[in-house]
C-alpha cells in the first residue's frame, strides 16, 4: 500500500528564507505527484503538478522536483513571504482514481 | 468561473439523522471526488465517479451513498450519521483521471455528529 510521508510537520522560517519542504512516497510507479497549499480552515488550492516524465516544474517563486527511483520530491519556495504561512501537502495517485496524500507540513514564515 | 462550490459550509447533527451534501462544478470536468480530512490521516477518498450517471467506492465508503445525476453535480449522503462521521469533506473534480489529471478543489464542509 502507498505511503506518503512528509518532514518536518511543522517549520517556522524567518521572512526572505528559501526553504525546501519534503515528501517522500514508497511505491514509485505513479504517474504524476501533485502540490496543494491548505489554508486554515480552507480548501486545496493547486500549487504544482509534476508528471513523471518531468524532473521539475515551476511556478514563480515554487519550484517542485520529483525523483520517482527514489520515491522523493521536494517543494522549494524562494524568498519566502508571511503570505506562503499555509499547511502544504503532497499527493499521488494510486489507482486510476485515488489521489493518497501526506499530512502536511505546516509552514510558518515570520516576518 | 466558480470553480467547485460545496453546501453547506458547516452542518451540526444528532447521531441518525440523516443530510445530503453538494458538490457543484462549473468547468465541464467529468471526474469529481469526495474526501474526507481528519486530524493526523490526511484526505481519504470516500467515493468517486468517472462521469454522468457512474460511481465508485474509494478507500473509506462506509456510512456513505454518492449519487451523480448531473454531470455538474455529485451529491454525498450519509442516511444515519455517526459521531465517527464527524469531519472535513471537500470535494474535488478533474478533467481526466487522477493518474493524469490536475485535481480542483471546493471549499469544504465542516460536519459535527453529537
Known amino acids: 500500500k502507498q505511503e506518503v510521508t512528509q518532514i518536518p510537520a511543522a517549520l517556522s522560517v524567518p521572512e526572505g528564507e528559501n526553504l525546501v519542504l519534503n515528501c517522500s512516497f514508497t511505491?514509485?510507479?505513479?504517474?504524476?505527484l501533485q502540490w496543494f497549499r491548505q489554508d486554515p480552515g480552507k480548501g486545496l488550492t493547486s500549487l504544482l503538478l509534476i508528471q513523471s516524465s518531468q524532473r521539475e516544474q515551476t511556478s514563480g517563486r515554487l519550484n517542485a522536483s520529483l525523483d520517482k527511483s527514489s520515491g522523493r520530491s521536494t517543494l522549494y519556495i524562494a524568498a519566502s513571504q508571511p503570505g506562503d504561512s499555509a499547511t502544504y501537502l503532497c499527493?499521488?495517485?494510486?489507482?486510476?482514481?485515488?489521489?493518497?496524500f501526506g499530512t502536511g507540513t505546516r509552514l510558518t514564515v515570520i516576518p | 468561473n466558480a470553480g467547485v462550490t460545496q453546501t453547506p459550509k458547516f452542518r451540526v447533527l444528532k447521531t441518525g439523522q440523516s443530510m445530503t451534501l453538494l458538490c457543484a462544478q462549473d468547468?465541464?470536468?467529468?471526474?469529481m471526488y469526495w474526501y474526507r480530512q481528519d486530524p493526523g490521516m490526511g484526505l481519504r477518498l470516500i467515493h468517486y465517479s468517472v462521469g454522468e450517471g457512474t460511481t465508485a467506492k474509494g478507500e473509506v465508503p462506509d456510512g456513505y451513498n454518492v449519487s451523480r445525476l448531473k454531470k455538474q453535480n455529485f451529491l454525498l449522503g450519509l442516511e444515519s450519521a455517526a459521531p465517527s462521521q464527524t469531519s472535513v469533506y471537500f470535494c474535488a473534480s478533474s478533467y481526466s483521471g487522477a493518474n493524469w489529471g490536475e485535481q480542483f478543489f471546493g471549499p469544504g464542509t465542516r460536519l459535527t455528529v453529537l
Open positions: 468547468m465541464n470536468h467529468e471526474y
Open positions: 511505491d514509485s510507479a505513479i504517474y504524476n
Open positions: 499527493a499521488v495517485p494510486t489507482g486510476a482514481n485515488n489521489l493518497f
